[in-house]
């Protein structure tokens, strides 16, 4: 028999991206594996003044979660937690796992928090998270592996983006469905959050970079800056740079 589990941050995001390509419930709901009026109700529950927002629809779904449980996380809990994280487990395999085996519900959101508390606090538990696990160095020479060649950082973006004040600045983004399965490229303009999607058969960097350029030559026009995340699916942002008459930069590592 399948169990219910909460919607994860990560979903939230998809749906918002969904949405914004002009996806229905239904097709939304498909996309995620999830029913229906599962993406109906958080749609309607989790919706704020100015509409279906993933950060406030999150932030709504954990208070409301927080307000009604009545159960104390023990420090034996926690430990189990932390055990787990030491293992390179995820936030969403950590929480399924303490409900599934001990009965406790420990949200992503709030393992997550309890990570950031142990690093403010000098402890080293954020190194496991998986987008930070370190590679054992070669002799002989540095260790270069996953840096992105060619890597402009954020900081270097112009002001005026930041500002939206014109059309043609662009955020990329991958979601990312079963492990090596198809890939949503999702591509948003900043100022008027136009939103296009296009689906790569893998997360590879050559074939994201083929989506990209599939969706946004006919907008290159358009196109003048291109932000991305530090996967790896980026690789190849000179070319799309070069193709769309384009700059590119990176967001900070760890920060969406």
Partial sequence: MSHYTQLTREERY????LKAAGQNKTEIAKVLGRHKSTVGREMTRNRGLKGYRPKQADSLAVSRRQAK???????????RVERLLREYW?????SNWMQREEGIYVSPEW?????LRNKQEGGDLYRYLRCQKQRKKRYGAPDRRGQIKGRVSIDERPDVVDKRSRIGDW??????GKQGGTVLVTLVERKARFS????APNRTAQEV???ILERLQPLAAQVRTLTYDNGKEFAIHLEIAKELNSSGYFAHPYHS
């Fill in 14 to 17: 998809q749906i918002y991206a």
């Fill in 69 to 79: 449980s009545v159960q104390r996380i023990t420090s034996e809990s926690w430990a």
């Fill in 90 to 94: 995820s936030t969403e395999q950590t």
């Fill in 111 to 115: 393992i997550y928090q309890y990570i």
């Fill in 171 to 176: 955020e990329a983004d991958t979601v990312i």
């Fill in 196 to 199: 296009v999607i296009g689906k």
């Fill in 209 to 211: 970079k083929s989506v």
